[in-house]
Structure formats: structure tokens, C-alpha cells
């Protein structure tokens, strides 16, 4: 009895507080504080979150708001806290602050005064929304991080060092305290190091010695030479590199910002911004809604769990540099969670040096689904538009376009990645995929389906190394089935060093890479003496155009046969799949990569528990789509309207034009 009454009261204690929840509103252009009242609004965010309780709703007014939300309390499951805009206001919240006071500096450049950037490798300018770039050499000359408008390195022996790089066409002027920005000619991961001497006889800049572990080492460094080339560079942060239209610099002694506005002319306060605080979200609560909402030039964090984020925009969440980084990775991102069951659902993400959405390896359980996250990772560092290493997480219906390197990355046990569009990565690195990973040959029970792949290209410089499903070193447990790639310039499908227990089922390979180029590559060397091995994989129920079917070895002597993947001493289990001459599916409107009536890919497949299920006719298909079953697309499912800012439709190009060509 006494626990009924306990129970009771705890019911009608929670109705309670669902019935008497407040209402808070909050108004930037209140000339007052404020009560929080629709008719008095508070004038920051900050007021109301320091206040509320769960059931509460906070209603913000159009503005842009420079501050940081930060919730106080938690929400109950059914009394979240919620954060929302007022009816159809626009509504900002900003990392940034204006700047004002501009005089004069010389010619077009304007300087002002007592200007504190203080948030090191993040500090940025933006103009009329947009960030501009650090002075630089040579000049960011077609306004596209992704081309780097580099410089090759001298390759004269002597000429460049792990501590040194050499290029005639240096400017000759002091580069001391400036940085450099390297991308080797392996050009898989960029590096970037304060430069700490700058000889001119020789045009050269010098810097700590790298460290010969990797990522440094033999593979991103001037000691490794591929593709004709050392590697290529450019440099920056210095006033006298200060010489073009958007570009910046900041004499941190003097406290003193130097602008070439895009029009040469002397900026207004309204617009020319500063980064001033790392994040616009900084969530360590629990049941806390955020809806409707704008984020501009700095992180969302989302700490707590059981956090839900939608109908949001997100511009410039995470822009910063890598300078003296120690490794090849960053963990910063547009939208980063740590929590367990939390929610990202139709935002926006654009624009970013690093991640899109980052969910670290404490992240578990949570969903992200139907949000378009694109233009990330343009610094070339292993950074992805999305990257989720926690277990159980569901990533659902995303469409994720434009990455210097790898486009998605999903390492967490028990996950699941559907139904997604991944296309247009690789722009200006290599020895990466559409979908990266990399692994410890212990099973992860990942489940990769219903995704459609391409646009995989890579720059000159950068060897032409794009894939669509990159399986990496040791990576085990993989269950890819009914996912399209096409259009990459490097096979379909790769397994690297002891690669193992990866299933393989009806996926539809088509135009990737050159006809004479295998279907599915392997990078199997010797690792401390050890020959590794891909091994113990299943596939079944693939199709793909005219090419050789595998290709394994390690660039030198060691090369295996047909024995790798078919055949009774086959270390794989290779069975039922097909090539054909002729596009044997649709690619008409609506119903592309459908089987064509009559295709020799009707019934030609075999039975598979689970992912077969349902089949029409007396078979299944091969490939990723069933003739006569109902047709599904890749990628998001709504349009974007109503944000504060333009959404680029990058991310709707299907693609499908590769098939016309």
C-alpha cells in the first residue's frame, strides 16, 4: 500500500508541474532585463535558462543573440525543457561579435584597435556571414578551400627535411611565427606547424621536427614520394602575406585586426565578425528540446543525454585550424555529442575545416536522422561530415555531401547506417572512401544498408585514390548489403591488411573506376614480419559492370590469384555474384537502378536469412533494388525552408547523369 500511495504521489507531483509549466519569452531588443513575461521578455537566453524547470518552454523572438546556451536544470521524459523560436521569428544565436572602430591601415587595408581574439586555432573573421580567409601565400585565388591553391616543394636533395621544406617563389620576407599548411603526396592526411625560421637565401621555412610515427613518418611527410611530387604547401598568418581581397590577419602582441574587405572599401560594424566563445550550445543536462533555432560560428555541444535537437541550422559550427597538431584527427565538430539517447533530426549543417557531427565514443544510442550535413572537412585531415564511434547508434536518412577526405566514418558496436546519400568527397585527399573505416579484426556487428555512393574523385596531386566502400585496416563485422556505388574513380569495395567476417550481400557496383580496374582492391603487406590477410568474408548477390573481380597485394613482390577470392583454396567465400556489358537497370526517374523487365539480374540471386526477406518472384534479385517491390531513395526526405540563411542544394544532386555519359 505504502508503495501504491509513493507511486501516486509521484503521478499527481508530475501532473502538477505539467500543468502549472511556464512560459518564458525572451526578446534581444528589450530595452530592459526583462520578467520573462510575453509582454516584459527577458533579454537574454542566459536569464531564462537559469530558471527554468522541466515542462517549461522558453519562446525566443527574432534577433541574433550572442550568447551561449547553456540549460541549468534537466526536463523529465515527459516534461522535457524546451528552447524554441517565437511563431516564424528568425532567430540567431551567435559565437560571434561585431566588430567596429576600422581606420586605415594602407591602401585597402583597415585595421582596428584593442580587438581581443583569444580562442587560438579557432579565432575567425567573417564578412556578411561568410568566413574569410588568414593572409595567406599564394592566394586562395578561386575563393574554394577544397583546391588549396598550393605550391610544390622543391625535391632537390637537401632541398627539404622533416624539419624543413624549400620552394623558390617564397616571398622573401620574414615568415617566422607564421604557419604552414602541408598535404603530402600520399596526400591522406594534411599537417599544419608554426614555423620558427625562414632562411632567404635559400626560400626556406623551417619548423619542429616531425616525428616519425604515423601519421608523419614515411607517409605525410617530405620523405615519402608518390605521384610525382614531395607534397604541396602554403603559408600564412603573416600581415605582410596580407595582400588580397577577404583576407585577415590579428597581431596577437598588439591586439590589433588587419581586413581587406571583399570590395576594398572600409568595413561596416554590421558586417565584419569575430569568433569570440567556442560554442552556441553547451547542453550538460538531460531532456532538453532545442527546436526551430539558428547557429552561427560556433559549436553545438550536447553533453546530457535524452537531448533532442531538430528544425535547427547550424552555419560555421566548427571552423578552425590544426596548427602543431600531434596527430590526425580532431574530435571538434559542427553538432559533438557525448550523451547516450539523444536525437538529431532535419537540421542543417554547412560549412566546416573539420567534422560535421562528431559522436564520440561515449555517445551511445542515439539517432541521427533526415539532416543534411554538408561542405565539411575542408582543412584535409581525418575528419568526416559524420563520425560515430558509440554503440547502438542509428544514422538514418542523412544526406552528407563535400569532404576533402573521407565522407562518413561508423566504428561503433551494434550501429546501424541506412538509407543515407554519401557523395562528393575525396576533393582534395586520397587513400580514402565514401564510407571509411578502420578497425582491430574484431567483429563490430555494423550494419551498412539501403545507401547510395558516388562522386568519389580525387585532385591531381593526390594520385586518384577515391573509393566508395573502404573497409580499412583490420576492419571486421561489417554487414553491407543493398547499398549502390557508382561513379568513383577507384574500385567499389576495399579490404586492407586482416580485413575479416565483413558480409557482402546485393550490392550494385557500377562505373568505379577504369574498366581495367578490379572491382574490389586489397592492401595485404607484411606488418612486423607478418603476412596479414583478408579473410573469412562472405559475398553474395553483387553485380557490378566489366572488370576484374579482386586485386590484392602490397604495391611490391607479394600479389595472390584467383585463389583470394574464389575456388576451393580461397581464403573468402565468393559465390553468386555477376558482371554484365549492358546496364541491366533503370535509370529512369524514379525508378533508377530498378531491375529492367526481363534483366538477367531477375531471380538470379540467392537466399540469405534476414536480408532477402520478402523477395518477389521465385529468387531474389542481385544488386541493392527487387523488381516489383516497392522503390526506396537515399537521403533526406523534405525540403529545407524557413532558416535564417540560404541552404546550398548541393546535397540534392542524385548523381545519376553518370549514367548518360
Not at 567596429?100 to 556571414?129: M, P, R, T
Not at 586485386?551 to 567465400?573: C, H, I, L, Q, T
Request: charged residues 25%.
Amino acid at each position: 500500500m505504502k508503495q501504491i500511495k509513493k507511486l501516486l504521489f509521484i503521478s499527481i507531483f508530475a501532473t502538477f508541474q505539467i500543468l502549472f509549466a511556464k512560459e518564458y519569452h525572451v526578446d534581444c531588443n528589450n530595452k530592459s532585463d526583462g520578467d520573462g513575461s510575453e509582454k516584459n521578455p527577458f533579454k537574454t537566453i542566459a536569464q531564462a535558462s537559469e530558471v527554468m524547470v522541466a515542462g517549461d518552454i522558453c519562446y525566443i523572438h527574432a534577433g541574433t543573440y550572442r550568447e551561449t546556451i547553456t540549460p541549468k536544470n534537466s526536463g523529465r521524459a515527459d516534461a522535457p525543457i524546451v528552447f524554441t523560436k517565437y511563431k516564424n521569428d528568425i532567430v540567431i544565436i551567435s559565437a560571434t561579435e561585431q566588430v567596429s572602430g576600422w581606420e586605415k591601415h594602407d591602401g585597402n587595408i583597415y585595421k582596428v584597435q584593442n580587438v581581443n581574439l583569444e580562442l587560438g586555432d579557432a579565432n575567425n573573421v567573417y564578412f556578411a556571414g561568410k568566413k574569410m580567409p588568414i593572409a595567406r601565400w599564394p592566394n586562395d585565388s578561386d575563393d574554394n578551400e577544397y583546391t588549396l591553391d598550393a605550391k610544390y616543394i622543391n625535391m632537390e636533395e637537401g632541398s627539404w627535411s622533416m624539419s624543413y621544406i624549400s620552394n623558390n617563389e617564397i616571398p622573401n620576407f620574414d615568415w617566422t611565427g607564421g604557419i604552414i599548411h602541408y598535404l603530402g603526396s600520399h596526400s591522406g592526411c594534411s599537417w599544419e606547424r608554426t614555423i620558427t625560421d625562414f632562411d632567404k637565401d635559400l626560400h626556406r621555412v623551417h619548423f619542429e621536427e616531425l616525428p616519425e610515427h604515423w601519421p608523419f613518418g614515411k607517409t605525410h611527410s617530405p620523405k615519402r614520394y608518390e605521384n610525382g611530387h614531395r607534397g604541396i604547401f602554403y603559408l600564412m598568418n603573416k600581415l605582410e602575406a596580407l595582400d588580397a581581397p577577404n583576407e585577415w590577419y590579428y597581431d596577437q602582441q598588439e591586439k590589433v585586426l588587419y581586413f581587406y574587405a571583399p570590395d576594398g572599401k572600409k568595413p561596416k560594424k554590421t558586417n565584419v565578425e569575430i569568433a569570440v566563445r567556442p560554442q552556441t550550445v553547451e547542453n550538460y543536462s538531460d531532456y532538453i528540446n532545442i527546436t526551430g533555432l539558428n547557429f552561427f560560428g560556433g559549436m553545438v555541444t550536447i553533453n546530457g543525454s535524452y537531448n533532442q535537437m531538430a528544425n535547427c541550422m547550424v552555419k560555421h559550427g566548427a571552423e578552425r585550424l590544426i596548427t602543431d597538431l600531434r596527430g590526425a584527427s580532431v574530435v571538434e565538430a559542427a553538432i559533438q555529442v557525448q550523451g547516450e539517447h539523444n536525437v538529431i533530426e532535419k537540421c542543417v549543417l554547412e560549412n566546416g575545416t573539420v567534422n560535421g557531427i562528431n559522436l564520440d565514443r561515449w555517445a551511445n544510442h542515439n539517432r541521427v536522422e533526415n539532416n543534411i550535413v554538408q561542405y565539411f572537412n575542408t582543412i584535409g585531415i581525418h575528419a568526416h561530415l559524420l563520425n560515430s564511434q558509440g554503440t547502438g547508434n542509428k544514422i538514418l536518412r542523412n544526406s552528407f555531401y563535400g569532404s576533402a577526405r573521407d565522407g562518413v566514418k561508423v566504428t561503433g558496436d551494434d550501429s546501424e547506417f541506412a538509407y543515407n546519400h554519401v557523395q562528393k568527397c575525396l576533393i582534395s585527399g586520397a587513400d580514402g572512401g565514401l564510407f571509411y573505416v578502420t578497425g582491430r579484426s574484431i567483429p563490430k556487428n555494423i550494419e551498412l544498408h539501403h545507401n547510395w555512393f558516388n562522386d568519389a574523385y580525387g585532385a591531381e596531386h593526390a594520385g586518384y585514390k577515391a573509393t566508395g566502400i573502404y573497409l580499412d585496416n583490420n576492419a571486421a563485422g561489417y554487414i553491407v548489403h543493398h547499398n549502390v556505388v557508382w561513379d568513383v574513380e577507384w574500385a567499389g569495395l576495399h579490404f586492407n591488411w586482416n580485413a575479416i567476417e565483413n558480409e557482402i550481400y546485393n550490392n550494385t557496383f557500377w562505373k568505379v573506376g577504369k574498366p581495367d580496374e578490379a572491382l574490389i582492391n586489397s592492401w595485404v603487406p607484411k606488418r612486423n614480419e607478418i603476412q596479414t590477410n583478408v579473410k573469412d568474408n562472405i559475398l553474395y548477390n553483387n553485380f557490378s559492370d566489366v572488370r576484374p573481380w579482386w586485386d590484392s597485394g602490397d604495391g611490391k613482390k607479394y600479389r595472390v590469384d584467383e585463389k583470394e577470392f574464389m575456388g576451393p583454396e580461397a581464403d573468402n567465400v565468393f559465390e553468386n555474384n555477376e558482371q554484365f556489358a549492358e546496364i541491366p537497370f533503370s535509370i529512369e526517374k524514379g525508378q533508377v537502378f530498378v531491375p529492367l523487365k526481363n534483366a538477367p539480374i531477375i531471380d538470379k540471386g540467392r537466399t540469405i536469412e534476414k536480408i532477402t526477406d520478402g523477395y518477389e518472384g521465385q529468387a531474389p534479385d542481385l544488386g541493392a533494388y527487387e523488381f516489383g517491390s516497392k522503390y526506396w531513395e537515399a537521403g533526406v526526405d523534405w525540403t529545407p525552408k524557413g532558416f535564417a540563411w540560404t541552404v546550398g542544394d548541393s546535397y540534392s544532386n542524385k548523381g545519376f547523369s553518370a549514367f548518360r555519359n
